[in-house]
């Protein structure tokens, strides 16, 4: 049974956390009522614990709206022959073999890198557009597991969508706004893109992500197989900034090249750094990305960032500590529009 009641509730659902917003609906302007993170390691004890948040009963569903990320995701930039991207055939073959997806068993859609409209609909397709592409098996797995959970998915977007909607929107509203790397460091790989105000400059998947950094952890400190060092990488126990330069030099290195060619193709520098999707524990990762390539950290004030999407806070939800890793569940929430929007 759906919930009769008006509420909204937006959740993103990563690996081993959902972060997740009771408010007044589902589209601003609304209000936010409560703010809550829950723990995935026990999937009982996080039902239990949703359903707590939303208020519905067992066998009922509260509507959300909803982010996760699937883990052969593609969100990437595309290049297409501009007389031939508005034939479905030729844009087929070009996703298929730029990416090497299988568009039998993958969702497609392709976005306009610069404001996430169709391109379809613009009268010239563009050079380079965003393909975003997931497994179908994977995206009905996150389904079944809302569901699961008492979470009807009014929608379901990839989180790495919305979270670079966002921060796009953000540099949009500064006065001065220069190239901005985000990063989105994954177990197993890192997802590079530098972001500009007109839009999505480049991106570029790097096979290092977190568990590069395991056999490291374990050389470095003597520890007695891979498993002791994850288990201790992944605890509140030992801070690792000492050694954050031999963690991360493998994936700075592809990161330096990255920067490098952009550079010196457009003739701009980049000049700040945001990382989506890192816990507190591990702020280190940031700081010691950020020194050793040279740049500042960005830092965005969630709690503002909403306040711009006319998002307003209830006097609960305002003594809510929300630090970084609550960007990507602050940029499902909001609603973007092109800075320069004269010919849509």
Same mark, same amino acid.
């Given at each position: 049974?759906?919930?009769?009641?008006?509420?909204?509730?937006?959740?993103?659902?990563?690996?081993? &956390?959902?972060?997740?917003?009771?408010?007044? *609906? @589902?589209?601003?302007? $609304?209000?936010?009522?409560?703010?809550? +993170?829950? /723990?995935?390691?026990?999937?009982?004890?996080?039902?239990?614990?949703?359903?707590?948040?939303?208020?519905?009963?067992?066998?009922?569903?509260?509507?959300?709206?909803?982010?996760?990320?699937?883990?052969?995701?593609?969100?990437?930039?595309?290049?297409?022959?501009?007389?031939?991207?508005?034939?479905?055939?030729?844009?087929?073959?070009?996703?298929?073999?730029?990416?090497?997806?299988?568009?039998?068993?993958?969702?497609?859609?392709?976005?306009?890198?610069?404001?996430?409209?169709?391109?379809?609909?613009?009268?010239?397709?563009?050079?380079?557009?965003?393909?975003?592409?997931?497994?179908?098996?994977?995206?009905?797995?996150?389904?079944?597991?809302?569901?699961?959970?008492?979470?009807?998915?009014? &929608?379901?977007?990839?989180?790495?969508?919305? *979270? @670079?909607?966002?921060? $796009?929107?953000?540099?949009?509203?500064? +006065?001065? /706004?220069?190239?901005?790397?985000?990063?989105?460091?994954?177990?197993?790989?890192?997802?590079?893109?530098?972001?500009?105000?007109?839009?999505?400059?480049?991106?570029?998947?790097?096979?290092?992500?977190?568990?590069?950094?395991?056999?490291?952890?374990?050389?470095?400190?003597?520890?007695?197989?891979?498993?002791?060092?994850?288990?201790?990488?992944?605890?509140?126990?030992?801070?690792?900034?000492?050694?954050?330069?031999?963690?991360?030099?493998?994936?700075?290195?592809?990161?330096?090249?990255?920067?490098?060619?952009?550079?010196?193709?457009?003739?701009?520098?980049?000049?700040?750094?945001?990382?989506?999707?890192?816990?507190?524990?591990?702020?280190?990762?940031?700081?010691?990305?950020?020194?050793?390539?040279?740049?500042?950290?960005?830092?965005?004030?969630?709690?503002?960032? $909403?306040?711009?999407?006319?998002?307003?806070?209830?006097?609960?939800?305002?003594?809510?500590?929300?630090?970084?890793?609550?960007?990507?569940?602050?940029?499902?929430?909001?609603?973007?529009?092109?800075?320069?929007?004269?010919?849509?």
């Amino acid at each position: 049974m759906i919930s009769s009641k008006t509420k909204g509730l937006f959740i993103e659902l990563s690996d081993r &956390t959902a972060f997740l917003a009771r408010t007044s *609906s @589902l589209k601003s302007p $609304l209000i936010v009522e409560e703010f809550k +993170e829950i /723990s995935l390691d026990d999937k009982d004890d996080a039902k239990e614990a949703i359903r707590e948040f939303t208020g519905v009963r067992q066998g009922g569903y509260a509507i959300s709206n909803c982010a996760v990320y699937p883990t052969k995701r593609v969100v990437a930039r595309g290049s297409f022959d501009q007389r031939k991207a508005k034939n479905q055939s030729y844009l087929a073959e070009q996703v298929s073999s730029q990416f090497k997806i299988d568009l039998d068993q993958f969702t497609v859609c392709i976005l306009d890198a610069g404001d996430g409209a169709d391109p379809a609909s613009k009268e010239h397709f563009p050079k380079e557009a965003l393909v975003c592409a997931a497994p179908e098996d994977e995206l009905k797995a996150a389904q079944s597991d809302l569901l699961d959970m008492g979470i009807y998915p009014q &929608t379901m977007e990839i989180g790495t969508i919305t *979270s @670079l909607g966002g921060i $796009l929107n953000y540099l949009q509203t500064q +006065e001065k /706004s220069i190239p901005t790397l985000v990063l989105e460091i994954g177990d197993e790989d890192t997802n590079l893109y530098v972001l500009k105000k007109e839009g999505i400059d480049i991106s570029r998947p790097i096979k290092y992500g977190i568990n590069s950094m395991i056999p490291v952890v374990q050389s470095e400190l003597g520890l007695k197989d891979e498993a002791s060092a994850l288990k201790l990488f992944n605890s509140d126990n030992f801070d690792f900034t000492g050694m954050g330069s031999a963690l991360v030099k493998k994936l700075i290195r592809e990161l330096q090249a990255s920067i490098g060619f952009y550079e010196v193709q457009t003739g701009q520098t980049v000049g700040q750094l945001y990382c989506t999707r890192v816990s507190p524990k591990m702020f280190w990762l940031k700081t010691t990305i950020a020194e050793m390539l040279g740049v500042k950290l960005l830092e965005i004030d969630i709690k503002e960032f $909403l306040g711009n999407q006319n998002i307003e806070l209830s006097d609960a939800a305002k003594e809510a500590q929300l630090d970084s890793s609550w960007m990507g569940l602050a940029c499902l929430m909001g609603e973007y529009k092109a800075l320069n929007n004269e010919e849509e």
